[in-house]
């Protein structure tokens, strides 16, 4: 049985969550900043369908990216070091969303709807969720968006419409958050992009135990902007 959050209801523990799906922990009807952000304080995210109920998830294990593990191909380094591109933090959130929202692969659909479009967007002007882009030639050609706690960032999509684009922009903001001493970046579920790039699977317990410590660091708010050396 999947629990049924009520509004204003807290989540039900982690530990809770169905083994299949990985993760799933409850569903529910109120997507806002506010239960977002009590979400990802307690290692859970939203990830649903348009046709479904806001579902909520804490998987085991969970795909994380230190960011001193960060690995760079030597191809995707040659392209860092041409320099030929912009990146940039936070200067178009809803617009990131949008084209992480578009359907690729052949979807027909997106679990990035308007509501959850709204919602990040919140949290986007309290200082809590932010976008990296990389701009080519004065258009944006690929990016990602994820929210800041503390030293803890979750990533939540990334969009490319250039070759590498949103690697580049990746990069960047690993070796920024690893400046301001963050120490762990949320990937949610495996794949095999992140995993080429440093990302690894860890137990939902240890995740959690880091969790505890990172989300209680004095944020990093406002809008972001980054440092240029870092590539």
């Not at 320099?83 to 690729?104: G, I, K, L």
């Not at 979807?107 to 882009?133: C, D, F, K, V």
């Not at 903001?173 to 440093?198: K, N, P, S, Y």
Request: charge should be negative.
């Amino acid at each position: 049985m999947i629990h049924w959050l009520r509004p204003a209801e807290p989540f039900p523990p982690v530990e809770t969550a169905l083994a299949e799906p990985n993760g799933l922990l409850a569903a529910g009807d109120e997507l806002s900043a506010e239960r977002l952000l009590e979400a990802y304080q307690q290692g859970i995210f939203p990830w649903f369908n348009a046709d479904q109920p806001v579902l909520w998830w804490s998987p085991d294990p969970r795909m994380v990216l230190l960011p001193a593990e960060l690995r760079v191909a030597r191809s995707l380094a040659k392209v860092l070091r041409n320099r030929v591109y912009e990146v940039r933090a936070d200067s178009a959130f809803r617009t990131v969303m949008q084209a992480c929202a578009e359907p690729r692969n052949h979807q027909n659909g997106t679990w990035i709807s308007p509501p959850m479009i709204e919602a990040y967007h919140a949290l986007h002007q309290r200082g809590i969720a932010h976008s990296i882009e990389t701009w080519i030639d004065g258009e944006l050609a690929g990016g990602l968006y994820g929210v800041a706690i503390g030293r803890m960032f979750y990533g939540e999509s990334m969009f490319t419409r250039v070759t590498d684009a949103s690697k580049i922009a990746l990069v960047h903001l690993v070796r920024q958050l690893e400046r301001w001493g963050f120490g762990m970046i949320d990937c949610q579920m495996h794949t095999a992009h992140l995993g080429r790039m440093g990302g690894r699977e860890i137990p939902r317990a240890a995740f959690m135990r880091k969790l505890g410590e990172l989300v209680n660091y004095p944020p990093i708010s406002g809008t972001w902007a980054l440092d240029h050396d870092l590539a």
